[in-house]
């Protein structure tokens, strides 16, 4: 079955740091991948996504490509800001053999000093 | 307002007692999605709904039940809860297609005494 693995957590960086949140993924057909973000006290919300190998995916300065090579779908933020403390999770969707349903990761929780 | 609402926000229980989640959208959309979140175990999915008359288990739907009421509402019931169902619980919503976001409600945090 699907499957999605992040790097582990908790991750703390100061401000302006670069930031690299790892996640590979095992999928059996072509999936469509997302980052999804968790401020604390909220629902999770859409950060980036991928439908196909080699795009990338970019918003509020992070971005990630679909490696469908490496079966990867990193995050990177160049600069973090205390506001990107949150939780970020991976996922991914497969039409074919899921539905459509959503595989998430474990969530890596990130904390950015000042 | 919100796009996708839950209430209770917060509920504390007892062992045994029956408890109702429930979710409503003004999305317009036609799917809707029962998670779990427990630390370190990142978001599993209980029920999923692709409209009114299609209902389907997910991962973990041991202990649940849910009704699709309306195509804006859908419900998560515990029968007879037990401590290990404390959780935060979030619903979501999506139209058709694995390319596409799903929208996630603020959540549920349950507390099973």
């Known amino acids: 079955g699907n499957s999605v693995t992040q790097m582990e957590g908790p991750v703390t960086l100061s401000e302006e740091a670069f930031l690299t949140i790892n996640c590979t993924y095992t999928?059996?057909?072509?999936?469509?991948l997302f980052w999804y973000v968790q401020y604390p006290g909220e629902g999770l919300q859409l950060l980036l996504k991928a439908t196909k190998a080699d795009d990338k995916g970019s918003n509020k300065g992070f971005e990630a490509t679909y490696r469908k090579e490496t079966t990867s779908f990193h995050l990177e933020k160049g600069s973090v800001q205390v506001s990107d403390s949150a939780v970020y999770f991976c996922a991914l969707s497969e039409r074919e053999t899921s539905g459509s349903r959503l595989t998430f990761g474990e969530g890596t929780q990130l904390t950015v000093n000042p | 307002d919100a796009d996708v609402t839950q209430t209770p926000r917060n509920r504390i229980t007892k062992t045994g007692k029956r408890i109702m989640l429930e979710c409503s959208q003004t999305k317009g959309h036609d799917r809707m999605y029962w998670y779990r979140q427990d630390p370190g175990l990142g978001l599993q999915l209980i029920y999923y709904?692709?409209?009114?008359?299609?209902?389907n288990k997910g991962e973990i739907s041991d202990g649940y039940s849910v009704s699709r009421q309306a195509q804006a509402k859908f419900s998560l019931s515990l029968e007879s809860a037990i401590p290990n169902q404390t959780a935060l619980y979030f619903c979501?919503?999506?139209?058709?297609?694995?390319?596409?976001?799903?929208?996630f409600g603020p959540g549920t945090r349950l507390t099973v005494l």
């Open positions: 999928a059996t057909g072509y999936p469509s």
């Open positions: 709904s692709f409209d009114v008359k299609d209902i």
């Open positions: 979501a919503t999506s139209v058709g297609g694995a390319r596409n976001e799903q929208f």
